[in-house]
């Protein structure tokens, strides 16, 4: 099913996202296919919301404060923050659909975020092996496992 097929049944989604401490920046884009040849944000084919670069890129602290931009093309949605020296461990990871009934909820001592009728996919445990070579950066990277994720079909 598309994000397409639901956004229209379900109230915007609202996002609030605090920053404690400095980060690189942090990224939003919405997910209308995938590349696995591609790693980290370009295996995801899409549009950014160009709020969050501007907002987020090597601040220390502050609030960001929007609507969702949603795409009735989108499967998904992907919030990523890279923290100050890229510590790949401290880096933040959020995919998410439209979901009325549901609310995100994400703190600890880097950011404080809420996201309002979103539901989160819980891809951490998937384990893609798609045929090919690909390097170990692309197959520890966290957005191209919830690429193949989508690729492979799994519940969104």
Known sequence: ?????????????????????????FWLKDIRDVDI????AKCFIGQYDPNFWDATHGKSEGVIDLFVR?????????????????VWKLNTHV?????????????NDRIKLDITNARRINF?????????NYTRKQRTCRNWIFANYIKDGMPL
């Open 1 to 25: 099913m598309l994000v397409s097929d639901i956004v229209s049944k379900h109230a915007p989604m609202h996002l609030r996202l605090e920053l404690k401490k400095r980060c690189e920046l």
């Open 70 to 86: 949603q795409s009735p093309l989108a499967k998904a949605y992907y919030l990523c923050g890279l923290s100050d020296g890229y």
């Open 37 to 40: 040849s591609k790693c980290c």
């Open 95 to 107: 995919a998410f659909v439209p979901d009325s009934d549901s609310e995100i909820h994400i703190e």
């Open 124 to 132: 951490w445990g998937y384990n893609p092996n798609p045929p090919g």
